[in-house]
């Protein structure tokens, strides 16, 4: 009867062992909340460079559209769009084909990390 247990012998946990479990639950339970966070970060950085995108798409075709061809050169404009304000950076060069021009246009929130930029070419004349 060595192999039986005694009827006096403790079932149970050490209390080492119910800290060891613990600690290896709550290190993965803050890896959960750090996820969480991280997804929550980037899911407002998509929807900023989305509605960047929107943006520019939108200035892009007010620039193809207008009669008149935009002037060479640099310049910083401010837009309102869904609520936020957008600033757009537009530059314009000419090509090796004198009757196209090359516009690059990059906007960004006023605030915010997000960003977008689209090149077109349309006629200089």
Same mark, same amino acid.
Do not use: H, K
């Given at each position: 009867?060595?192999? !039986?247990?005694? !009827?006096?012998? *403790?079932?149970?946990?050490?209390? #080492? *062992?119910? %800290? &060891?479990? %613990?600690?290896? /639950?709550?290190?993965?339970? #803050?890896?959960?909340? @750090? %996820?969480?966070?991280?997804?929550?970060?980037?899911?407002? =950085?998509? =929807? *900023?460079? +989305?509605?960047?995108?929107?943006?520019? $798409?939108?200035?892009?075709?007010? #620039?193809?559209?207008?009669?008149?061809?935009?002037?060479?050169?640099?310049? &910083?404009?401010? &837009?309102?769009?869904?609520?936020?304000?957008?600033?757009? !950076?537009? @530059?314009?060069?000419?090509?090796?084909? =004198?009757?196209? %021009?090359?516009? =690059?246009? +990059? &906007?960004?929130?006023?605030?915010?990390?997000? $960003?977008?930029? #689209?090149? /077109?070419?349309?006629?200089?004349?």
């Amino acid at each position: 009867m060595a192999n !039986e247990r005694s !009827e006096t012998a *403790e079932c149970g946990f050490t209390l #080492l *062992e119910m %800290l &060891v479990a %613990l600690s290896i /639950i709550s290190i993965a339970a #803050l890896t959960l909340v @750090r %996820l969480d966070a991280f997804a929550v970060r980037s899911a407002g =950085d998509l =929807d *900023e460079r +989305t509605m960047a995108g929107i943006v520019a $798409q939108n200035r892009a075709v007010e #620039l193809w559209t207008d009669p008149a061809p935009p002037t060479i050169g640099s310049n &910083v404009s401010s &837009v309102a769009n869904a609520g936020r304000n957008w600033q757009i !950076e537009q @530059r314009v060069a000419p090509t090796a084909d =004198d009757s196209l %021009l090359r516009i =690059d246009l +990059t &906007v960004r929130p006023e605030s915010g990390r997000g $960003q977008a930029t #689209l090149t /077109i070419i349309r006629p200089s004349r």
